[in-house]
């Protein structure tokens, strides 16, 4: 019913930025909060940044390098990464708290993209 298509991912070296993208298809009535997951080997799936209306909420490992974005009209979300560091190599996924044109409401997640930093 929902798709979310992340992009952006790759290889980089650490000092570098990457901007991912995340974009939401479907029969979406509307989105509430977006945001960027991590899951490094080995460890839990982590928050990395939210965004809600006009807020947002980040990780404290990533405050101040990384910023998260939203184009409401476009159902898309973008996470700019700047000062990569060798801990911020993860599968990052996006994730979407939709409201069904059923209004049925469902917590919707990207395939994941692979970000690795080289030190």
């Known amino acids: 019913q929902v798709q979310l298509v992340e992009s952006g991912g790759g290889l980089v070296q650490a000092g570098g930025s990457l901007r991912l993208s995340c974009a939401a298809s479907g029969s979406i009535f509307s989105i509430n909060a977006m945001g960027w997951y991590r899951q490094a080997p080995g460890k839990q799936r982590e928050l990395v940044a939210v965004?809600?209306?006009?807020?947002?909420v980040y990780a404290d490992s990533v405050k101040g390098r990384f910023t998260i974005s939203r184009d409401n009209a476009k159902n898309t979300v973008w996470l700019q990464m700047n000062s990569l560091e060798a801990e911020d190599t993860a599968v990052y996924y996006c994730?979407?708290?939709?409201?069904?044109?059923?209004?049925?409401?469902?917590?919707?997640w990207g395939q994941g993209t692979q970000v690795t930093v080289s030190s």
């Open positions: 994730n979407a708290d939709v409201t069904l044109r059923s209004r049925a409401t469902l917590a919707s």
């Open positions: 965004i809600s209306g006009g807020s947002t």
